[in-house]
């Protein structure tokens, strides 16, 4: 049985840590998986099947004993972050002392530390991949030179999406790995099972139910939902579901506007049943490169407002009840409009998801082989 290495960041509940938590869930059974992990936390260690070995470099708080050991982890995180991820020295060490195996094929399942990993490895038979997950461009300096250890050194750099895999091609001309399109894997089962679970319902029946999920950070343009509320206040309520940096900004936003149909949710660790009973989704995003968030809300037979990012046409391709908005401020009022003309239409939905993520699967088991 091959041994296969994925490195990320920590598994808290983000796009990426979901997928690839999905991935090594189905993939345990046809190779040794280890999971590597710069720090050990988020509410996905729950989830992950206990058959893949889970390693990792520092303890968040919630895992030291002590104040000494919270001290001690939260310091060497910084230094990680700051210098040792770029040392050979401290890469070769984290191989002899963390890992002590060797593997078939590793993978930089996220840009920055797992990435400057895998680039310095010191197994040099395995095969080196790496995955993107955003759309890099080289304005977004920090993002530009986390993307650039992807050129070189790496075999096989997997885009989740044709635009993400497109833009990624042009930002980075130099690239001496193949560039190859793997549309993200979803676990079906788990999401329909998660989706019935009981759950805290903080929906208000009497107007429509619109949801939003993400990070509350700029590209995912919850601000835009904020700004276009106003004029649906007697119709529709929306909830957005997520932690992030712009969570003040957006309390405050809604405040000075006297806004009192938006919600912000905060975290949900389970958001699959608030997907299953909001009347409608809305992907608000600037960007993107392959929203899976998306995917779910398809899933759940939801109907999906959607700016044009990234990946957005690729998924809802084939999915009849849906409507694809331009990527500005402006937009997503003409989606709202739109919904609501249609919305009592709406036909239960059959498409052919199930098989496609099957073939998604098995792309990733024949590029581990």
């Not at 992990?37 to 729950?46: F, P």
């Not at 392959?290 to 995917?295: A, D, K, N, S």
């Amino acid at each position: 049985m091959k041994k296969v290495l994925f490195i990320i960041g920590s598994l808290q509940i983000g796009g990426a840590e979901t997928v690839m938590v999905d991935i090594v869930n189905n993939i345990y059974r046809d190779f040794d998986v280890t999971v590597l992990l710069v720090e050990k936390r988020g509410e996905l260690l729950k989830t992950i099947n206990p058959n893949i070995k889970i390693k990792y470099l520092t303890k968040s708080q919630e895992f030291c004993n002590n104040l000494i050991s919270k001290i001690y982890n939260k310091i060497k995180l910084s230094l990680i972050y700051r210098f040792f991820s770029k040392k050979a020295w401290y890469i070769k060490r984290i191989y002899n002392k963390v890992l002590k195996e060797t593997y078939d094929a590793e993978i930089a399942f996220l840009a920055g530390i797992p990435g400057d990993i895998v680039f310095q490895s010191p197994n040099k038979k395995s095969k080196k991949i790496a995955w993107i997950h955003s759309c890099v461009d080289k304005y977004n300096k920090k993002s530009y030179a986390k993307y650039l250890t992807f050129t070189r050194n790496f075999d096989i750099i997997v885009a989740v999406s044709q635009g993400s895999m497109d833009v990624f091609k042009e930002t980075f001309s130099q690239i001496e790995g193949n560039v190859i399109l793997i549309h993200n894997f979803v676990d079906t089962n788990k999401i329909i099972n998660k989706a019935n679970l009981e759950f805290t319902n903080v929906f208000l029946e009497e107007k429509i139910k619109c949801l939003s999920l993400g990070r509350l950070s700029q590209e995912k343009g919850f601000d835009r939902i904020i700004n276009v509320s106003k004029k649906y206040e007697n119709k529709i309520n929306f909830y957005i579901g997520g932690i992030g940096p712009l969570k003040e900004t957006f309390d405050d936003k809604i405040k000075q506007l006297d806004i009192h149909n938006v919600f912000l949710l905060g975290l949900l660790k389970n958001p699959y049943p608030y997907i299953k009973n909001c009347d409608v989704f809305l992907l608000s995003s600037r960007s993107e490169a392959y929203p899976t968030v998306v995917i779910e809300a398809m899933i759940l037979n939801k109907f999906i407002i959607a700016t044009e990012v990234a990946g957005v046409k690729e998924i809802l391709k084939d999915y009849p009840n849906k409507t694809i908005i331009s990527n500005n401020d402006d937009s997503l009022a003409d989606g709202i409009e739109k919904y609501l003309k249609v919305r009592k239409s709406c036909d239960s939905i059959n498409n052919n998801f199930a098989e496609i993520n099957k073939n998604n699967l098995q792309k990733v088991k024949d590029l581990l082989k």
